[in-house]
T-cell receptor
């Protein structure tokens, strides 16, 4: 059974702070990793994809992957109230079905 | 990046009836997926739909209840059959677009069964 674990939160950070979201996965064969943002009542929106060990930066977002530790994280710098949402970690072995974590709710207070 | 159009966006249906949800991708894709998301929960995969073959259903989901069509590389439908209040949920289609686009989702269908 492939599992993806995330803290459900909520993770509360003040505006301007760094939010750190974490995810662990059970399948060592996993190759592709994705972070989605989901606002209440909306569909998931892809924020970052990462395929190799190390860091990947895109604007205020940095994804970090450590395959040896089976760990992937998302850092959000200069957090804004508009970043308040549920963040879903998703993993796949190849280009097949995604396994989702339960999501972490992020609350950014002004 | 490609766009996935899903409709209807919401519907209220009587128990015992069926609803067909449509999903249109503006580029050709090999794999499309159908998910269910109940309030406060994560996404649960219903089935994978590849063009030219029968859909592959996940444990707990059966073709008689959730028939899927995939007539071409840009379109798929999911039917929720003989609905009961327990089927009330958000249904999402998704497609693998590749590269940085990864897996993209339609806007979802909020179904309420009364």
């Amino acid at each position: 059974q492939k599992e993806v674990e995330q803290n459900s939160g909520p993770l509360s950070v003040p505006e301007g702070a760094i939010a750190s979201l974490n995810c662990t996965y059970s399948d060592r064969g996993s190759q592709s990793f994705f972070w989605y943002r989901q606002y209440s009542g909306k569909s998931p929106e892809l924020i970052m994809s990462i395929y190799s060990n190390g860091d990947k930066e895109d604007g205020r977002f940095t994804a970090q992957l450590n395959k040896a530790s089976q760990y992937v994280s998302l850092l959000i710098r200069d957090s804004q109230p508009s970043d308040s949402a549920t963040y879903l970690c998703a993993v796949t072995e190849g280009y097949s079905t995604l396994t989702f974590g339960k999501g972490t709710m992020l609350l950014v207070s002004p | 990046s490609a766009v996935i159009s899903q409709k209807p966006s919401r519907d209220i249906c009587q128990r015992g009836t069926s609803l067909t949800i449509q999903c249109q991708v503006d580029s050709q894709v090999t794999m499309m997926f159908w998910y269910r998301q109940q309030p406060g929960q994560s996404l649960t995969l219903i089935a994978t739909a590849n063009q030219g073959s029968e859909a592959t259903y996940e444990s707990g989901f059966v073709i008689d209840k959730f028939p899927i069509s995939r007539p071409n590389l840009t379109f798929s439908t999911l039917t929720v059959s003989n609905m009961s209040p327990e089927d009330s949920s958000i249904y999402l289609c998704s497609a693998f677009l590749g590269g940085e686009d990864g897996y993209t989702f339609g806007s979802g269908t909020r179904l309420t069964v009364v």
